[in-house]
């Protein structure tokens, strides 16, 4: 079993910086990719980026792209999501996820709240 946990997120201005970290535990050797997803109240879950174990493929959604950056350290098994000039909309459950099947995501964290204040 993987195991994951999120942390970080908290209130910040708008123009702000925040970095969440998912932290992996567990069968670590079954994952081959961690995700980052964001759900705001009355919203479908978004895809907010990824990036392969190896740290060779990485992906944004396109609402985050040139804001945030995911990165990884293979060393601590904890994939980090740097987020920058943060927006009212960027209000969301940030959530992880691995990928451990082909074409499926989970075990998921348990999320962790970013709210950005304007």
């Known amino acids: 079993q993987v195991q994951l946990e999120e942390s970080g997120g908290r209130l910040v201005q708008a123009g702000g910086s925040l970095r969440l970290s998912c932290a992996a535990s567990?069968?670590?050797?079954?994952?081959?990719?961690v995700g980052w997803f964001r759900q705001a109240p009355g919203k479908e879950r978004e895809f907010v980026a990824g990036?392969?174990?190896?740290?060779?493929?990485?992906k944004y959604g396109d609402s985050v792209k040139g804001r945030f950056t995911i990165s990884r350290d293979g060393g601590k098994n904890t994939v980090y999501l740097q987020m920058n000039n943060l927006q009212p909309e960027d209000t969301a459950v940030y959530s992880c996820?691995?990928?451990?099947?082909?074409?499926?995501?989970?075990?998921w964290g348990q999320g962790t709240q970013v709210t950005v204040s304007s």
């Open positions: 990036i392969t174990w190896s740290g060779n493929v990485i």
């Open positions: 996820a691995a990928g451990v099947r082909v074409g499926d995501w989970g075990p």
């Open positions: 567990g069968r670590t050797f079954n994952i081959y990719r």
